[in-house]
């Protein structure tokens, strides 16, 4: 069984940044994919930014250049570098791991990011 555990959310102003962390219970490298999406009050959930286990990545058009996804396999972490932040960056963030050829995937139980105007 899969474990992730996300940290790192809090209350930021506007413009400020915030490093958010999801550490899993399994060796990350052994994962399709690991992936941050985020669901604001009211909304869908969405993903934020997905990083393959081959390396590639992938953003939210509102969130390009702004995000960061990157991993640690020694530490079995995933990382999410938010930078500009903005009051609609609002949300829960949560982590997810795609794992086998089903494939199957787990989730963190959440972060809250609040960022104040």
């Known amino acids: 069984q899969v474990q992730l555990v996300e940290s790192g959310g809090g209350l930021v102003q506007a413009g400020g940044s915030l490093r958010l962390s999801c550490a899993a219970s399994g060796r990350i490298f052994s994962f399709n994919a690991m992936g941050w999406y985020r669901q604001a009050p009211g909304k869908q959930r969405e993903l934020v930014a997905a990083?393959?286990?081959?390396?590639?990545?992938n953003y939210a058009d509102s969130v390009k250049g702004r995000f960061t996804i990157s991993r640690d396999n020694a530490k079995n972490t995933v990382y999410l570098q938010m930078n500009s932040l903005k009051p609609e960056d609002t949300a829960i963030y949560y982590c997810n791991a795609e794992y086998g050829n089903i494939p199957i995937n787990y989730w963190g139980k959440g972060t809250l990011v609040t960022v104040s105007s």
């Open positions: 990083i393959t286990s081959g390396g590639s990545t």
